[in-house]
C-alpha cells in the first residue's frame, strides 16, 4: 500500500474513532500505536515511549498549568458576576444593553481566563438568567454568550496560541500579541450584529425613565478594577521584556489566587479544593493530548503521509488564496467534530510548511486558525459551547441556541475575510512591540 493509500486509512480510522466518543488523548495514542506496529513491525514500539515523553520535554508547558489554574480561580469567584454588572450598569440604555454588556464582560473574562468554556459558564450563569428575566428573546440569550464565549481562546492569553506555538515553534508572545486587535475587532462585530438585531426587533429591557445613579455606576467599578490590573500586568512583564510566558502565567495565576481571596473571601478548604482539582484535571487532560498528538505526528512522518500530502497540496499548483480557502473549510470541518487542541496539535506540523511556502505569516495564521477553532466551538456535533449554554439553561432547545449563534458564526467567517485582506491587523502591533521578523 501505498503513502496516499495509508494516508486514506489513517484517515478514515481516526475520524471514525474521535467520532465514537474515545477520550482523544488515548484515541490518537492507540491509533499511532496500531498503525506503527502495522506498517513498521514491532520494533516500532521501542521510541514510542521516547517520543511521548519528548512531547511534552518543553518547559514552555509550565504555562498551560498556570493559565488554567488562574482561568479555575476566576471562574470559581463571583468575579463573572460583578464585571457583568458593572458593564450593564454603564451600557443599559444601548438597544440591546444587557447582550453587549455580557459580551464585553466575555471579552473581558477571556483576558483573564484564556479558557472559552470558562468564559461561558461564569458570564452565562449570571447573565442568561438576568436576560430571560427582563424579556430578551432565548436566542439572542443564549447565542450571544455561546458565541461571547468563543473569544476566550482568542484574546491573550489563550491555551490555543500556546498550543500552537509550542507545535510549530513560533513566538507565544508574538502570538499573544497578534490576537489582541482581532479579538476587539471580532467582539465589535458581534456587538454591531446585536445592536442591529435589537434595533430590528424594537427591543427595551428597561422602562424608558428608567435610570442608573452616577453612584451606582461607580461602585460597580472596584471588585473588577484588580483583576483586571492583573491582565495588564501579565501583558507588561511578559512583553516588557521581564518575563518569559511560563513565569508571566505563573505570576498571574499568584495573583488571581490572591485576589480571589482577598476581594471574595474565598477561604473555604472546598472551594479550594475544587480549583486544584479542575485544574490538575484540564492540564492533565490538556498535556496527554499534547503527547498523543506528538506521537501521532511521529507516526505520520515516518510512515511519509505528511510529506505525501504536503506534496499533493504543492503539485495543485492553484493561487495561493485559493489554498487559502481550502485550508479554512479544511479546518471548520473538523472543527465540527474534533476538539480544538487536537486539531492545533495535529494539523499544525502538517500545515505551516505548506503556509510558509505560499507566502504566508505563521503569526498571522495562527489568529486564522484559532477564529476557525471558535466556529467549531459553537457548530454541531462537537459545539462544547452549545452543550454549556444548554445545562445552564436546559429548557431552552438546542436547535434555539445554534439558531441565536449562527449570526455570530457569520461575524467569524467575515472577520477572516477581513483578516486576509488586512493582514496587518494581526502583524502590526507584534511588529510593533517585538520588532519585525525577517
Not at 511521529?298 to 499533493?312: G, K, P, V
Not at 503539485?315 to 476538539?339: A, E, H, Q, S, Y
Not at 477581513?418 to 521578523?437: C, N, Q
Request: glycine share 10%; with cysteine; net charge neutral.
Amino acid at each position: 500500500m501505498g503513502p496516499a493509500g495509508q494516508g486514506a486509512l489513517v484517515l478514515s480510522v481516526t475520524l471514525l474513532v474521535l467520532l465514537s466518543g474515545a477520550p482523544v488523548a488515548f484515541a490518537l495514542g492507540a491509533i499511532s500505536i496500531v498503525f506503527l506496529v502495522i506498517f513498521d513491525g514491532l520494533d516500532a514500539l521501542r521510541v514510542v515511549a521516547e517520543t511521548f515523553y519528548g512531547g511534552l520535554n518543553d518547559f514552555t508547558l509550565v504555562s498551560i498549568p498556570m493559565f488554567v489554574m488562574m482561568g479555575a480561580a476566576i471562574g470559581s469567584s463571583p468575579a463573572g458576576k460583578d464585571l457583568y454588572e458593572a458593564l450593564d450598569r454603564w451600557l443599559y440604555r444601548v438597544p440591546g444593553g444587557l447582550v453587549i454588556s455580557n459580551l464585553g464582560a466575555c471579552a473581558l473574562f477571556a483576558a483573564l481566563t484564556g479558557s472559552s468554556p470558562a468564559t461561558c459558564a461564569a458570564i452565562g450563569k449570571m447573565g442568561i438568567p438576568e436576560m430571560r428575566k427582563r424579556g430578551y428573546p432565548d436566542d439572542i440569550a443564549t447565542g450571544s454568550i455561546c458565541a461571547g464565549g468563543t473569544l476566550g481562546i482568542l484574546i491573550p492569553p489563550s491555551i490555543t496560541f500556546i498550543l500552537y506555538g509550542i507545535a510549530t515553534e513560533t513566538s507565544i508572545g508574538r502570538l499573544f500579541l497578534a490576537g489582541v486587535l482581532p479579538g476587539i475587532m471580532l467582539t465589535g462585530l458581534f456587538i454591531l450584529w446585536t445592536l442591529f438585531i435589537m434595533w430590528k426587533r424594537g427591543f427595551r429591557a428597561h422602562a424608558a425613565d428608567f435610570r442608573y445613579t452616577w453612584r451606582e455606576k461607580f461602585t460597580s467599578i472596584p471588585k473588577v478594577a484588580p483583576f483586571l490590573a492583573i491582565v495588564v500586568g501579565v501583558m507588561y512583564v511578559l512583553y516588557g521584556g521581564i518575563a518569559t510566558p511560563s513565569e508571566a502565567a505563573g505570576v498571574g495565576a499568584a495573583l488571581c489566587v490572591v485576589l480571589a481571596v482577598l476581594i471574595y473571601r474565598m477561604w473555604s478548604p472546598q472551594a479550594w479544593w475544587a480549583i486544584l482539582r479542575d485544574t490538575t484535571r484540564e492540564s492533565v487532560m490538556i498535556l496527554m493530548i499534547i503527547g498523543a498528538a506528538v506521537l501521532f505526528g511521529y507516526m505520520l512522518t515516518s510512515l511519509y503521509l505528511t510529506q505525501t500530502l504536503a506534496q499533493a497540496i504543492a503539485d495543485l499548483n492553484v493561487n495561493r488564496w485559493v489554498l487559502m480557502f481550502l485550508i479554512n473549510v479544511f479546518l471548520l470541518v473538523c472543527g465540527c467534530f474534533i476538539p480544538p487542541a487536537a486539531i492545533i496539535l495535529m494539523t499544525s506540523p502538517i500545515l505551516l510548511p505548506i503556509i510558509r511556502a505560499a507566502g504566508f505569516d505563521p503569526v498571522w495564521f495562527g489568529v486564522i486558525l484559532t477564529i476557525n477553532m471558535e466556529i467549531g466551538l459553537i457548530s454541531p456535533p462537537v459545539g462544547l459551547n452549545i452543550y454549556v449554554i444548554n445545562s445552564i439553561a436546559p429548557d431552552v432547545r438546542l436547535m434555539q441556541i445554534m439558531r441565536g449563534a449562527f449570526p455570530y458564526v457569520l461575524c467569524m467567517v467575515l472577520a477572516i475575510v477581513i483578516l486576509s485582506v488586512f493582514p496587518e491587523i494581526a502583524t502590526w502591533l507584534p511588529d510593533k512591540m517585538m520588532g519585525t521578523v525577517h
